[in-house]
């Protein structure tokens, strides 16, 4: 009897130990380079922000895949007006938010209401702007009115400040956010990671992940051993530098080199002298070797930009060569508008690798065209108060990664204060026009204004360089809004 005994506990242990071994993981540990300084998209410009928690906490009305097609989310379905100005959503139903409150069409008036309010904090207040009214048709459908078609409502419906939130919750959503996704918020160790769970009683098709943390890693020499030890197991858009050929020849790890929407530029304060004066815009656009600046910081791998789209856009248009690169070209322009001597300025440079190693390389070139930069790191908080709300800078690396942003450079209030009544003009076209053509050509026209004007140093087309343990599946290849959608995720084996 002993020995049978014996027999089936070393059986069962067997088993259970084998069945240990083949469980799938259901964790994952993301690697990302910012840690955001909230967690609420809808009351903040950080990308971070929305790369941990927008399409995992919080949804909105459409959401994007990676191809950038604009797809249903909270709302499940819609009818547009012959006329283009009215939307009736019909709503998901069942949806709860990560309190239990019952999701309806009045958290969704109560979001767009609060977006475009007077008082709106929302980071893109502009995506709002044509909404003329929002009314609750009942719990499960809800019509939203333009003041004018605007063709790309859809697609700004689904931008990460466009999440839709609860009254209950929306005032403490920077500190403990509380959405419709498929994680909720469990944790967040300052300066070390943020944590989501499973939320079990999501509305939508089920995920593969029982834990997801998002850890930070600000740059390569921090990424590399955090992949090769196994600490990290994914990086979304890693910081690669000169160690990406050891990831690429490591059969452990898939390297997948995508697009982005971040239009990676030289911004300058076009408000305060001598930037106001185009002829020195135009001497810092023919003072840049864009090749030299993509070499130091995108590993090579960035696409050259002369306006303001990325050249996957099918509106894109090269204007690389308006202002090729001339020194002397440039200190001509220099001496035309009173500056021979060249004049000094600041860089304020924020803590992303691509602005820390494009900024030496920028300030080494327009040394050489006699503008003396003084470089002044700043953490990401310090730039978002006073480079990008105060407005209290002189020059500044940044990309953007909005999707098909180029409409900030119509808002005279953004942080580089341009003005331009012939852009403003033809974006007003362009928010007006459904026809893909037209809107298409006016997006041409709004790239050759900005080209020749040259209100920021128009740099490079951030790539995306995902890498991750090649047992997983379900990342996103290219970057169409900077988020990491945990929603397909998952372990093969």
């Known amino acids: 009897m002993r020995i049978l005994k014996s027999i089936v506990v070393a059986t069962a242990l067997t088993l259970a130990m084998g069945t240990a071994a083949n469980a799938q993981r259901t964790d994952i540990v993301i690697g990302m380079v910012l840690e955001p300084p909230h967690l609420d998209p809808t009351a903040g410009a950080a990308a971070a922000i929305k790369e941990i928690g927008y399409q995992n906490i919080f949804e909105g009305l459409t959401r994007m895949n990676d191809s950038g097609e604009v ?32 999701f309806s069409a009045e958290d969704v008036k109560f979001s767009l209401d609060r977006a475009r309010a007077e008082d709106s904090t929302n980071p893109q207040k502009g995506l709002f702007a044509a909404i003329e009214n929002v009314e609750v048709i ?68 089920d995920v593969y992940l029982d834990r997801a943390e998002f850890r930070f890693v600000p740059d390569a020499a921090a990424a590399i051993p955090a992949l ?22 490591d059969p452990r790890f898939e390297v997948v080199i995508g697009s982005t929407e971040g239009e990676t530029i030289l911004s300058l304060n076009n408000a305060r002298e001598p930037f106001d004066d ?77 602005a820390r190693d494009g900024g030496q390389v920028i300030a080494a070139q327009l040394r050489q065209v006699g503008i003396e930069l003084e470089i ?19 020059m500044t690396i940044i990309s953007h990664v909005e999707p098909v942003d180029i ?21 007003e076209e362009l928010t007006v026009t459904a026809d893909e053509d037209r809107r298409n050509e006016i997006f041409q026209d ?9 209100p ?9 360089i995902g890498v991750w343990d090649a047992r997983i599946e379900g990342m996103w290849e290219n970057w169409p809004l900077a988020v990491s959608d945990l929603s397909q995720v998952r372990w093969t084996e």
């Open 138 to 205: 009942d719990d499960t459908t809800v019509e939203v009115t333009l003041s004018a078609p605007q063709g790309n409502f859809l697609f700004n419906m689904a931008w990460g400040e466009a999440a839709i939130v609860s009254e209950a919750s929306a005032g403490t959503n920077q500190e403990n956010p509380i959405g419709t996704g498929p994680f909720k918020f469990d944790n967040w160790a300052r300066g070390s990671a943020v944590t989501l769970t499973r939320y079990e009683e999501y509305w939508g098709d």
């Open 456 to 464: 920021v140093g128009f740099l490079y087309q951030m790539p995306k």
């Open 376 to 394: 002044i790191p700043v953490e990401w908080a310090e730039w978002l108060s006073q480079v990008f709300t105060d407005k209290d800078f002189d």
């Open 278 to 354: 185009l002829r020195v815009r135009q001497a810092i656009a023919h003072a840049i070797n864009r090749d030299d600046v993509i070499a130091a910081a995108s590993s090579g791998l960035g696409v050259p930009i002369g306006s303001h789209m990325a050249p996957h856009n099918p509106a894109y248009v090269d204007l690389t060569d308006t202002y090729p690169h001339d020194p002397e070209r440039a200190r001509e322009l220099l001496a035309e508008a009173g500056h021979a001597d060249g004049f000094s300025a600041t860089l304020r440079l924020p803590p992303p690798p691509y």
């Open 228 to 249: 090769l030890s196994g600490d990290v197991h994914a990086m979304s858009n890693m910081p690669a530098g000169d160690a990406l050929s050891q990831i690429e020849n």
């Open 446 to 454: 709004l790239q050759r204004i900005l080209a020749e004007d040259a």
């Open 71 to 102: 797809l249903p989310a909270l709302a499940r379905s819609w009818e547009i007006s012959e006329d283009g100005t009215v939307y009736t959503f019909e709503l998901a139903e069942g949806v709860t938010f990560h309190d239990g409150t019952p």
């Open 407 to 427: 409409g900030i450079y119509a808002r005279d209030d953004y942080y580089f204060q341009y003005s331009n009544e012939e852009f403003n003009a033809a974006y």
